[in-house]
């Protein structure tokens, strides 16, 4: 991969509109930064708060830590705590960060696209402040769909023809959405396994979905998912789900691990159910790229934070 390019945009919510010479500048500035490439110098103070209204540890972190590395001033924001408790809606919270001075908004929420009412507020609203998706319900996850392509890269130099297998409970994943829709314009094959209840035929545009052990021998990513039991209220699938019998159906155990390719590897976005979508001690065998993923995932967002930085001229970048 060869760019030089930097990227800009004004805000950084999906991976839908990203180009492939996008995608690939991005992963390019990730690894300078993770190779120890020098963080833009910045004349000018820059403010963000990072607004997470579901569960995180990993992104949450991820993201703080970019971050900081960035050199930009980071605002707290508790959301147990803030005014949305009291009706405050996301926008009017939003205009408020605006108005203290917050320059860009990180957001996990559990709103499917909240952010179309962020970047697209519509006439007589003034809402100018950066956002960038940190998840939202069950539609995107674009930082993590950007931190895998990057993994992949570093693995295999390419993506085009690549056989990327999505796993598990894909319905309610925003990962499987990103991954998918970005593997698929970057030349990957990709295809599907896990309960068939939770999956809808709408991803057919995408891939086939197949039985497990018709894709492990085959595949050079298996790309696991967490069953997202916060997400299945009102499914009759989730009163009778057995961790056992779905390690069993479902799962990488150790057969079907020395059943891949020696080259192939393993990811997952976290948190890792042990001994459900991936046995407990395989977390960090050879074949493995948890923890990878991770690693990369602090470098990729500098370098979509950047993007922002860029888009919207602040820190005195252009």
Known sequence: MKTTNLVTLPSFVSVENLSVEE???L??????FKNGGASPHLTKPVYVTNMFFENSSRTHTSFEMAERRL?????????????????????????IMQALGIDIEVIRHSENEYYE??????????????????????????SQCMLDMM?????????????????????NSRVAKSDMELLTKLGAKVYFSGPEYWYDKEYDRYGQFKKLDDLVREMDVMMLLRVQHERHAGDPNESQFDAKKYHAEYGINQERYQA???D???????????????AGDLVEAPKSRFVRQMENGVFMRMAMIEAVLRGRKLGGLS
Do not use: C, W
Not at 117 to 131: E, R, Y
Not at 158 to 166: C, S
Not at 264 to 278: F, R, S
């Open 27 to 32: 992963i390019a500035r990730a690894q300078y």
């Open 264 to 278: 192939a590897i393993i990811m997952h976005p976290g948190p890792i159910n042990h001994d459900v979508e991936l």
């Open 23 to 25: 995608v690939e500048a």
């Open 71 to 95: 050199g930009l001033t980071v605002i707290p924001f508790d959301p147990s705590h803030s005014s949305t408790k009291k009706g405050e809606t996301l926008y009017d919270t939003s205009l």
């Open 117 to 142: 009412k962020l970047i697209n507020p519509g006439q007589g609203h003034h809402l100018a402040i950066g956002v960038i998706n940190a998840g939202d319900g069950s539609g995107q996850h674009p």
């Open 260 to 262: 891949m390719k020696d």
């Open 151 to 171: 993994t992949i890269y570093e693995q295999f130099g390419h993506f085009k023809d690549l056989k990327v297998a999505i796993v598990g409970d894909i319905t």
